[in-house]
């Protein structure tokens, strides 16, 4: 069975220092992984995902994921917070690309402090 | 508890028919999320409703997409007039009132087939 953890329930990182959301994971067979956001009153949106290729994922709002498969992990990264990237990331780990096998982690609440 | 209950599993549809999707969510949540997932594509937020309220619809597509959480029963996703193109899985997650995170729960999905 697929899984998904998030070590860190919160994290708190100044504006303008480097970010790490932590995910680690467990499926078999190739993974298929995601990252989303969901902030205040919002659904969760989409920042990058992983099928295959370079071990480095670009995303959005300037996101990056590196899957490392040694490790099983794919840990969440932002060379400089903003105030604004405050929210709940979860990742997701997925058997396929098509959803049916979809287990997310249960989210990391990320605090920017200005 | 029973987690978040999503049924049916599969449905398949003939275009022009009506599709309905139930969402149960966890005992005690009152907050539903919907979100489509479409091949090659992550995860698409389409509504977030309360009791009887919708909070947040901007992902729904304009026509034939609506959505209700009535006070007693499941959350219900309906699409009208199916066209290939619905073809998805469609997820429903739950959470109780003031949280999130360790609160967010998904279901296991209802994947529609539209012949």
């Known amino acids: 069975a697929q899984s998904v953890a998030q070590p860190e329930d919160q994290v708190n990182v100044a504006e303008g220092n480097p970010l790490t959301v932590k995910c680690t994971y467990s499926?078999?067979?190739?993974?298929?992984l995601f990252w989303y956001v969901q902030y205040p009153n919002r659904g969760l949106q989409f920042l990058l995902k992983y099928i295959t290729g370079d071990n480095l994922v670009k995303g959005s709002y300037g996101f990056e994921a590196e899957f490392n498969k040694s490790q099983t992990s794919f840990h969440l990264k932002k060379p400089s917070a903003l105030v604004s990237d405050s929210a709940l990331y979860f990742c997701?780990?997925?058997?396929?690309?098509?959803?049916?096998?979809?287990?997310f982690g249960p989210g990391t609440r990320l605090s920017v402090l200005p | 508890n029973a987690g978040v209950m999503q049924n049916p599993r599969h449905l398949v549809r003939r275009r022009g028919q009506e599709a309905r999707l139930r969402c149960s969510p966890m005992?005690?949540?009152?907050?539903v999320y919907w979100y489509r997932q479409l091949p090659e594509e992550g995860l698409k937020f389409m509504v977030y409703l309360q009791k009887e309220n919708i909070i947040d619809e901007s992902g729904m597509p304009k026509e034939r997409f609506s959505a209700e959480f009535p006070k007693e029963g499941p959350s219900i996703l309906r699409i009208q007039q199916v066209v290939r193109g619905d073809s998805a899985a469609y997820f429903c997650?739950?959470?109780?009132?003031?949280?999130?995170?360790?609160?967010?729960?998904f279901g296991s999905g209802t994947r529609l087939t539209v012949v």
């Open positions: 005992k005690g949540h009152s907050h």
């Open positions: 997650a739950s959470s109780p009132p003031g949280t999130g995170g360790h609160g967010y729960t």
């Open positions: 499926v078999s067979g190739n993974p298929y």
């Open positions: 997701a780990v997925s058997s396929d690309n098509y959803g049916q096998n979809f287990v």
